[in-house]
């Protein structure tokens, strides 16, 4: 799921149940709300290890993602300290993607609603 907000974060985590999920940032994230701001959004839940930051062009961002915890960060790979990056990420127990996963941009659904409820079940094939 891509999340935008606290909400996004303690609906989809609701909804999920014990299922386990991946809360990823929109695009570049990191440049904007920045690494702390992005965190926050899964502190009430004690939720980090759901979360990929998507660092975009900044290795900077990326590399404070992933002393700050995170499990997985998106960073494009045409930078020239990807695979150093990807290097020390595997060190820590983590992984650099080069890209984002699939998922569904939850700013596209109204989680409020029941029917935008029934979408985010049936994109976690829940019953």
Do not use: C
Request: no cysteine.
């Amino acid at each position: 799921m891509i999340v935008h907000g606290a909400e996004d974060v303690a609906l989809t985590l609701a909804l999920a149940g014990a299922r386990p999920v991946a809360l990823l940032s929109a695009p570049g994230v990191a440049g904007y709300l920045g690494v702390t701001g992005f965190a926050a959004l899964f502190a009430p839940h004690a939720a980090l290890r759901l979360a990929i930051l998507d660092a975009a062009d900044a290795p900077g961002h990326a590399l404070e993602a992933l002393r700050a915890g995170f499990p997985q960060v998106v960073l494009d790979p045409r930078l020239a300290g990807f695979a150093a990056l990807a290097a020390l990420a595997e060190g820590m127990g983590a992984k650099l993607l080069p890209a984002p996963p699939p998922a569904l941009d939850l700013a596209r659904v109204d989680l409020r609603k029941p029917q935008g409820q029934a979408h985010l079940a049936r994109w976690l094939d829940l019953p």
